[in-house]
């Protein structure tokens, strides 16, 4: 029997529908916690770097400074109001002897998990969740990249996808 492509496999009828990473239309929102700025800085410039470096402007890029994690779903909410193609949501957290750590991390990734799923725009959540300074720094730009310009690509193949979906308002 010939090899066959995956899609002819099953029957020319199926729709795969994916996201690229072309040139996105819309503005995009950074939301950055001011706690630990000396990572989340560089996870800001990552996530900058990413857009401006598939085609969005520097002019539709704002950036959103917050005191903590907890207080990113809020300003979050607040910008998905039709505004933003995506919000990328940037902070760190990292283990200490309370466990605060685990409060803050659960909650602030419930509240941006809410706020797209009510927004239904992306809302990507790249906030470092580590046990030790030095594991930040590796997600920041050091020995495993940046989580932040990650994040960056995530939103616009999403921004892109969503673009194809039926249901689409944007």
Not at 152 to 170: D, F, Y
Request: hydrophobic share 45%.
């Amino acid at each position: 029997m010939p090899h066959r492509s995956a899609h002819e496999a099953v029957g020319q009828h199926m729709a795969i529908i994916a996201g690229d990473l072309k040139k996105p239309s819309g503005r995009f929102a950074l939301v950055a916690s001011r706690f630990n700025s000396f990572i989340v800085d560089r996870l800001v410039d990552g996530a900058k770097g990413g857009l401006i470096s598939h085609g969005v402007a520097e002019a539709d890029i704002d950036v959103v400074y917050v005191p903590g994690a907890l207080e990113i779903p809020l300003a979050a909410d607040r910008l998905a109001n039709g505004s933003y193609a995506a919000i990328i949501c940037l902070g760190t957290v990292i283990r200490g002897d309370t466990s605060h750590y685990d409060v803050v991390v659960n909650q602030s990734a419930r509240g941006m998990a809410d706020v797209a799923l009510r927004s239904k725009i992306p809302v990507l959540n790249a906030v470092l969740t580590t046990e030790t300074l030095d594991q930040a720094i590796n997600r920041a730009g050091a020995k495993a990249g940046n989580k932040g310009f990650d994040a960056a690509l995530a939103a616009i193949e999403m921004v892109n996808l969503l673009s194809q979906l039926p249901g689409t308002t944007h």
